[in-house]
Every structure is written in C-alpha cells, then in structure tokens.
C-alpha cells in the first residue's frame, strides 16, 4: 500500500478501542490515529495532544464554526470531533490514519468519506462489555447505564460498517486489521 488510508474504528464505550490501535500501531509504524478534539477533562494518565487535544467548549465551537471539524458531536454531555488537518496530513504521508470515532460521529464521516474503510469491535459479549465498564471505576451508575444504554444503540448499528471484529484477542485483532487494510 503506497498511498494513505482512512480508516473508521468503532465499538461501545469499554471494547477496548485504544487497546487495539495501541497494538496495531505497534505492528505497524504506518498506522496514526488521528488525535480528536474534546471538550471533557483528561482522565488520569491521558496526555494533551496525544489522547485527545483537549479544548474549553468556546474554542471547539470558535473550531467547529471556522469549519476545521470533518464532524463533531456531543456525546454523554461533551463534545468530540475529528480534526480534518490531522486527517488530510496523515493521508498525504501515506499513512493509515486511524479515526477512533462513536457510531455517531462514523455515520457523518461515511457520508461524507466514502472511501474510508469502516470497522466495528464488537465485545465477546454483552456480561464482558459490563464488566469492562465496571472495572475501569470511573464511573457512577447513572453513567455506567447510560454507557450501556449507548452500547445497545451502537451494536445494533454494527451492521452498517464494512467488516465487524470480536476483540477476544488483541493480537488476532490485530492481524485482521492488517489484513483488512492490506498490510
């Protein structure tokens, strides 16, 4: 592969998203995620510019305003979207450029990205996809149930993305991304 890729990785809060992209970057130094933009507060070890850029909520709407958002979204009370400069850059370097994205947000990027490769990570199972949420213990249990009531909307949308991957295993997971992508 000599030109860039974009790809749309998605699945409920909990499925292990950053683990994967972790993995795969690791497996191949083509592989960038592209760094969101959010408005909520860095969670404990997450790092400005490298988990997310994190801004105040006048500055992300000063950015979405000034059009530099390929969409954006508020998800459980903040708002998140995708940088189009972090795209386009790393599409121009031939990179594959990763899009850690909600179903939300991945349906206006399809629309307005169609050739953006589409994955969903789908949990074992729904017991499992609880139980992660419980463990990170970040959340009270209004929050953990609105996560789960999300999770239920996501996985019934599953459908709408090109390949679908249970993250049982990372490094099977892995390889399946590089097969997809064809790496």
Same mark, same amino acid.
């Given at each position: 592969?000599? &030109? &860039?890729r974009?790809? !749309?990785?998605?699945g409920?809060s909990? @499925?292990? $998203? +950053?683990?994967?992209? %972790?993995?795969?970057?690791?497996? %191949?130094? /083509? @592989?960038? /995620?592209?760094v ?5 507060p ?6 400005d &510019?490298? %988990?997310?850029?994190?801004?105040s ?15 954006? $979204?508020?998800?459980? &009370? ?10 386009e ?10 899009? $850690? !994205? %909600?179903?939300?947000?991945?349906? +206006? ?5 169609? +050739? ?15 139980? /992660? !949420? ?17 999770? /239920? ?7 709408r ?6 993250? +049982? ?15």
């Amino acid at each position: 592969m000599n &030109g &860039g890729r974009l790809v !749309i990785l998605s699945g409920p809060s909990g @499925v292990g $998203k +950053d683990t994967v992209i %972790d993995a795969w970057r690791a497996a %191949d130094p /083509r @592989v960038e /995620r592209v760094v969101a933009t959010c408005t909520r507060p860095p969670r404990t070890g997450e790092r400005d &510019g490298v %988990d997310y850029d994190f801004v105040s909520p006048e500055e992300f709407h000063r950015r979405a305003e000034a059009g530099a958002f390929l969409e954006h $979204k508020e998800v459980h &009370g903040n708002w998140y979207a995708t940088p189009v400069a972090g795209v386009e850059s790393r599409l121009a370097e031939g990179k594959v450029a990763v899009l $850690k !994205i %909600d179903v939300q947000g991945a349906l +206006d990027v399809m629309e307005r990205r169609p +050739d953006a490769l589409t994955v969903f990570l789908l949990p074992p199972s729904l017991e499992e996809l609880e139980a /992660r !949420i419980r463990g990170r213990g970040q959340d009270d249990e209004a929050a953990i149930e609105r996560r789960l009531a999300t999770a /239920r909307w996501e996985l019934d949308q599953a459908g709408r993305y090109q390949h679908r991957i249970v993250n +049982d295993e990372v490094p099977r997971v892995v390889e399946e991304l590089r097969r997809i992508v064809g790496a």
